[in-house]
């Protein structure tokens, strides 16, 4: 992606429950990939889905899952049944545009999550 | 293979001194890949290696900073004449193919 876009600085969920982090982003490919990563206080960062653009199929991963909207240029997670683990920050972000399959992040939203 | 390994994990620097980061990516990844990133921020891409050849390098990577991976396997990053807004995090990343990273813990730079 040449650009990636999230919205919500912050976003809290009760455990248990679900919530949605958004993204949008911008790209001239046709192939690509896009990724939401989870950068706990650690600092590592972890990958938690992976989707490639050419598939129709939303990818899911457990209580993780997309909403992948090509046309609207819109890759949004879902985290269900929310855990105190889940609590960190996200980035989401994306390849193509560019050369070499270099990662472009978006600025990142906090999870908290509530117990 | 214990995947990306990044080091030292901390450094502090006087302003003005030179400092040098390693990464030991993934044995078989031929990509890699180095990223800085500022509190509160996403990752921001640095430089990209395909085997020992630097192919792209942002416009972030000013003429203080060099990289290199000779032989192809681990890299240095290296920072001259440091300066406080080079405090960061600085992250490796390796990967075999388009669509598959692993990245390492990081390095962060505090610059006094």
């Known amino acids: 992606a040449q650009t990636v876009t999230q919205s919500q600085p912050e976003m809290s969920v009760q455990e248990a429950e679900t919530v949605t982090l958004s993204c949008t982003y911008d790209?001239?490919?046709?192939?690509?990939?896009l990724f939401w990563y989870k950068q706990p206080p650690s600092r590592q960062m972890i990958l938690v889905i992976r989707?490639?653009?050419?598939?129709?199929q939303n990818a899911t991963e457990n209580r993780f899952s997309v909403n992948f909207q090509k046309a609207a240029k819109s890759f949004s997670l879902k985290i269900s049944d929310s855990q105190l683990g889940d609590a960190a920050m996200y980035f989401c972000g994306g390849t193509g545009g560019t050369s070499y399959g270099k990662l472009t992040f978006g600025q990142g939203t906090i999870l908290t999550v509530h117990p | 293979d214990t995947g990306v390994s990044q080091n030292p994990r901390h450094k502090i620097t006087k302003r003005g001194q030179n400092v040098t980061f390693r990464c030991d990516p993934i044995s078989e990844h031929n990509r890699l890949y180095w990223y800085r990133q500022t509190l509160g921020q996403g990752p921001e891409f640095l430089t990209y290696f395909q085997n020992e050849a630097q192919l792209e390098k942002s416009r972030l990577l000013s003429d203080r900073f060099s990289a290199e991976r000779p032989k192809g396997s681990f890299s240095t990053l290296e920072i001259q004449r440091t300066e406080q807004g080079d405090s960061a995090m600085y992250l490796c990343a390796s990967s075999h193919q388009e669509g598959s990273y692993t990245f390492g813990s990081g390095t962060r730079l505090t610059v006094v």
């Open positions: 989707q490639e653009a050419y598939k129709q």
């Open positions: 790209t001239s490919e046709s192939d690509y990939y």
